[in-house]
């Protein structure tokens, strides 16, 4: 199966909040999991990736949280802020390709 | 420098008609990709070069799509006989060199095409 699951579909917090985006996958051949921002009018931006045999990943206010047992990973958004507001995809590296398999997206919205 | 380009922004087309997509990559980056992000899912990847060469166009739907990058540089996606189930936003993306981590792949703005 080469399906990235991401959920939830939408969300809304408060500024301040910790929002939290979900993927999973069930190819373990997968080796590199990036989270790419989109803003309306633009393209996919790298925002943090991690690989599996690290657990958690911390750049800035964005964390990757990485449970391979599991077959999951989640985006966490410390102190979001209403310029966080967009939509974020989580993606998946298959070794000996060059493309990615994206999840279907998150629209997250920053209450100011 | 400038990050990718994609024109035209938008394109309008009937269904049956020709269409071309054009993509400008980052200057020297040698492998180019093509997505196709439909309303409300993530891309999907369609085609990707490596120089002049098609790498691997598994992506592509079918045999009304095709493109071309003829000098290793600016890639033009063309789509015959366009039918309403095209209409997309259609990704470029440009690494510096192929693969995965590392290799972070730059996305140009798109162009939507609608197919009425």
């Known amino acids: 199966q080469q399906q990235v699951k991401q959920s939830p579909q939408s969300l809304i917090v408060q500024k301040g909040g910790i929002p939290i985006i979900n993927c999973a996958y069930e190819n373990t051949a997968f080796d590199y999991f990036p989270w790419y921002q989109q803003f309306p009018g633009k393209g996919p931006a790298l925002l943090i990736a991690?690989?599996?045999?690290?657990s958690e990943k911390k750049e800035g206010r964005f964390t990757i949280s990485f449970n391979k047992s599991a077959k999951q990973f989640s985006l966490h958004i410390m102190d979001s802020q209403p310029g966080d507001s967009a939509t974020y995809f989580c993606?998946?590296?298959?070794?000996?390709?060059?493309?990615?398999?994206f999840g279907t997206g998150t629209r997250l919205k920053v209450l100011a | 420098g400038a990050g990718v380009s994609q024109t035209p922004s938008n394109k309008v087309t009937e269904k049956g008609k020709y269409v071309e997509l054009r993509c400008d990559p980052i200057?020297?980056?040698?492998?180019l990709y093509w997505y196709r992000q439909s309303l409300g899912q993530g891309p999907e990847f369609l085609i990707y070069f490596q120089g002049t060469g098609a790498a691997d166009d598994s992506g592509l739907p079918n045999d009304r799509f095709f493109a071309v990058r003829p000098e290793g540089s600016v890639s033009t996606l063309k789509i015959q006989r366009t039918e309403r189930g095209d209409s997309a936003v259609y990704l470029c993306a440009s690494s510096l060199v192929a693969g995965g981590p590392g290799n972070e792949q730059f996305f140009g703005p798109g162009t939507r095409l609608t197919v009425l």
């Open positions: 993606a998946a590296w298959f070794p000996g390709t060059y493309k990615y398999i």
């Open positions: 200057s020297g980056h040698t492998a």
């Open positions: 991690i690989r599996p045999d690290v």
